[in-house]
């Protein structure tokens, strides 16, 4: 595969002509290296029952990091970690709701936990209480540029409910950003809210309410500590509620809510207050330790070494859960051995290179992002390196390998000039760029991209787009099938379906395109017009 000299343009030395000798090599020989068999064989470790599905915080994930380390140190990656070392420590803190000493009342009636509502947690707070509050309904809780739910309605000092989601006029990034629940607890702070309750308006949703609310009220809620031993973010009464509950509670009838909250999607009226809440929790918290593993491969340019693009991955899984079928294992190996793998090889590929690139990459295996995307909040708040130096993020979680490679749908590249570099690599690789398929997924902000761009650096995710030459091969439906079937079970293992050629393209795709990033003169801009552009926000 001899790649055309002019797609490494991009990559070539800083301004005005250039110098031969400073000029990328050819890439060709080098991405002939990418092996299936290397993917096949760290997936199938990394997701074995050895590890136990790579809980946070318990000897098995301990093992993984050992794992990965180990591979740092065969090919001579740099740590880059703190004090020399390969590992940045963090604390993870859960905190799980004592249902005995927890109530909600609404107009007065003392509802059923689990049954009619669940609470989040507090995650600073042991014990909280909220004496009697009004509470008003504000829409999708949402205060965006061309789309406010808060215009027309005080929320200060109230308890607000909120729909679920997002309304379909905003943009797919946008939609995800603001469907994220943690924006709305950003937002609601912001505006002086006590308390914020989600309600699904879908009916149809509350015969699983029951088991999700017990899933939640076990699992609790998990965040990172800073430095100071408060734990990232304040959550003083999220809850969710169930929408019966909503209609039985509530101090407008039935028919009313329903053509308030129909009123509302349609533009017409928001605000409308629906009684009062009275709220007690008291949380039971617990920590353990974990890390993040940062290595580093530094740049050739005596200028440019000391900016960064960084690779990431997680390394976590969710541990052992549910038996299905006997299996309680839920091993990863999509989600995100995978990751992981290719990870691996894309600093397999750079350590082979004869001329490092300009600029340093850092490779960054994340922890919990199971648990909230909590490794990379931490890595991104106290980052190893200078925050101002981190030029763009490249992340990598569960390719999906099920099916040949032909198209990429790069979530987050649409923003910033990384685009230009996704379209060189899309061309060398023969493949073509879609839009996200699964919009209403969220993709987008549910991964560890997600808190780069928050911190205004350009970031992206390549998934698999839905090209195929089979005309009997309904991607979307495989991977609907996939998820529906494979995605967070123990069914997630290593076997002969991983399509590993796939894997080598994915890594190739991800390669090039930090590659063309490391080289180019200019570090990555957000697009003037892009809502994550930090100049247009509020």
Known sequence: MKIPYYLLLPALALGGACDPKSEPEDLSQLLELVAGDSLSAHIKYLASDELKGRLPGTPEYGLAIDYVIGKFKEMEIEPAGEKGEYIQMLTIRNSRISEGNSFMEWNGKMLSANEDYYFIGNLNEVTSELPETEIVFAGYGINAPNYDDFSLVDVENKVILVLIGSPESLQSSERAHFSNWETKYRTAADK???????????PSVDSTFAARANSASQRGVFGVTREDGEAFGRRAFPGKLKFSALLNSASMASKELNAAISDYKENKIVGQSIGSIRV?????????????IVGKIEGSDNTLKKEYVIHTAHLDHVGIGKPVEGDSIYNGAHDNASGVASLLEIARLYQSLERKPKRSILFVMVTAEEMGLLGSDY????????????????????????APLLSIEPLGAEHSTIMNEVKNAAEILSLEIMLDHMPDEVRFVRSDQYNFIKKGIPALHVKYGLKSTNPDEDLSKAIRNYTRNVYHKPSDEWNDLFDFEAGEVYVKCNFLISYFIANNAERPAWNADSFFNPLNQR
Do not use: H, R
Not at 280 to 292: G, L, P, R, V, W
């Open 192 to 202: 002086g809210v006590v308390g914020i309750l989600f309600i699904n308006s879908n």
């Open 280 to 292: 007690k929790t008291e949380s039971i918290f617990s920590e353990f330790q974990s890390a993040n």
């Open 379 to 402: 890595f991104t708040t106290y980052p190893t390196v200078p925050i101002e130096s981190i030029v763009a993020n490249v992340n990598t979680d569960m390719p999906t390998l099920i």
